[in-house]
């Protein structure tokens, strides 16, 4: 194993997204709290792949090249929301106002580097995924109300419905859903610009000017394959870190060792490095 610097590449948007399921919530939900878990997570990593004992600990600086730690500003624009029905102003959310949180203690630690690509908005509203089956089901339990006439049949009178007790519960099936569909389950349709390109460079530039023996990349993209294959080429050690998540065989195939940093969700106290495979 080689003993040079060691360079640690995070996806700060995978990160984010993992973090909650590997550590107790309570103990991850500020900015000084995701911050410290980043540090952990480099200095387990380095302790691990530098067999540093635990009385040196503090020297694992020492041992680093860089952390950079990759995700986007927050979005500057506005939209409306179709459930609250009201305006929303993105850059002053509490989305917005955690991440920049989160930024800015990142930029007073030491050997972090932020690379921050942006936020475009490609697509309108989209409902999570949890909530698809009942809304396509809602079009099953709205058939109870066919027997309506269409609307210019209505007349002032207004029109009599009568409903079957099956019908009935369908309607109360539409009424339930509606009234409990969160509005975090209406999502805008963002898209990070510039991440991926960023990783993808700086991995192939710590390799082709040496600035480091060894990568750690934080992701479980699939799409850093190209840059994985170079690295392993030029004679970088590459390893992966996914934070326990599966990981596609392209991307298995192209690394040299997959581990993590913080450990299973059963064991999250314990003060351990993880090695799931591919080790020594």
């Known amino acids: 194993m080689s003993a040079g610097p060691i360079a640690i590449l995070i996806d700060g948007a995978y990160f984010l997204r993992r973090l909650p399921k590997l550590v107790a919530p309570k103990r991850c939900d500020t900015p000084q709290d995701i911050v410290n878990w980043l540090r952990i997570l480099c200095r387990k990593h380095v302790t691990a792949l530098r067999h540093i004992s635990n009385a040196d600990r503090k020297t694992w600086h020492q ?43 990142l930029r007073q630690q030491r050997k972090f580097a932020l690379r921050l690509g942006k936020i475009s908005r490609d697509a309108n509203w989209s409902i999570d995924n949890r909530w698809t089956k009942n809304v396509l089901k809602s079009r099953q339990w709205v058939e109870a109300l066919s027997g309506l006439p269409s609307d210019n049949d209505v007349g002032d009178k207004g029109a009599t419905l009568t409903l079957n007790s099956e019908q009935v519960r369908d309607l109360a099936r539409m009424r339930d859903f509606w009234a409990g569909l969160e509005p975090g389950a209406i999502t805008p349709g963002f898209k990070q610009k510039g991440v991926d390109m960023r990783i993808g460079v700086d991995i192939a530039s710590i390799t082709l000017k040496k600035q480091a023996s060894t990568i750690v990349l934080v992701s479980g993209d699939s799409d850093f394959v190209p840059a994985a294959k170079l690295a392993r080429r030029e004679g970088m050690e590459f390893i992966l870190d996914p934070l326990w998540q599966s990981v596609n065989n392209d991307l298995f195939e192209h690394i040299d060792g997959l581990q993590s940093g913080l450990n299973r969700p059963a064991r999250h106290d314990t003060d351990t490095t993880a090695t799931l495979s591919k080790g020594p």
């Open 63 to 105: 041992h680093v090249y860089r952390i950079f730690y990759y995700d986007a500003v927050p979005y500057q624009g506005t939209g409306h929301h179709p459930l609250l029905n009201r305006q929303i102003n993105y850059q002053y959310s509490d989305t917005a106002a955690r991440r920049n949180a989160i930024f800015d203690l």
